[in-house]
């Protein structure tokens, strides 16, 4: 697929990246579901392979989708706000490149044929999608409507704090979820 090529080749923030540009994604344009998550951290940028870090493991958990069926890119497309490591800053990773989801998001969405769920990680991924406003109410929220979206905290274990303070997130919500996933 050409834009897939394109994507790979994409050198738009070279200059301010701390490591050579490499777009990490899964892209199927028939695929039925997408998650886009905010930018790859440095493991996955030296795998190649998006969410092969323990806040994939937790994901997948989350999820309750093994990983053989998460990189199955005939179930579901994997693309980040952000494709390529940003960087390290003072309390964890930088955030995705604006520039980079600016670029490449509308025209990624345009080439599917067949998306009905859209699963958003983090904050980055929400506020993109459904604009301001607290993760937590959009979590909330998506979780039990009828919209194609599922809103999940950041899966990090630097989120450790926010799933502590919010422990119905794990016990309520993350069944709903599941339910919501198993429909079509």
Known sequence: ?????????CKL??????????????????SPCLIVGQAPGLKVHESGIPWNDASGER??????????????????????????YPG?????????????????????????ENLKRVILVGSYASQYFLGAGEITDK???????????VVLPHPSPR???????????ENESIPLIRQKLSRP
């Open 139 to 149: 979590i909330r929220e998506h979780a039990v409507s009828d919209s194609p979206f």
């Open 159 to 169: 989120n450790n704090i926010w799933l502590k303070r919010n422990e119905w997130f």
């Open 59 to 84: 994901l997948r958990h989350w999820l309750g989708i093994p990983a053989p069926s998460f990189y199955n890119s005939s179930l579901f497309s994997i693309v980040p706000i952000g494709l390529c």
């Open 13 to 30: 923030c070279e200059d301010v990246l701390p490591k050579t540009p490499h777009p990490v994604f899964i892209l199927n344009p028939q």
């Open 88 to 112: 390290r800053g003072k309390s964890g990773d930088l955030p995705p490149r604006k520039e980079c989801a600016a670029r490449w998001m509308d025209t990624i969405l345009c080439e599917f």
């Open 1 to 9: 697929m050409e834009l897939i090529e394109e994507i790979k080749s």
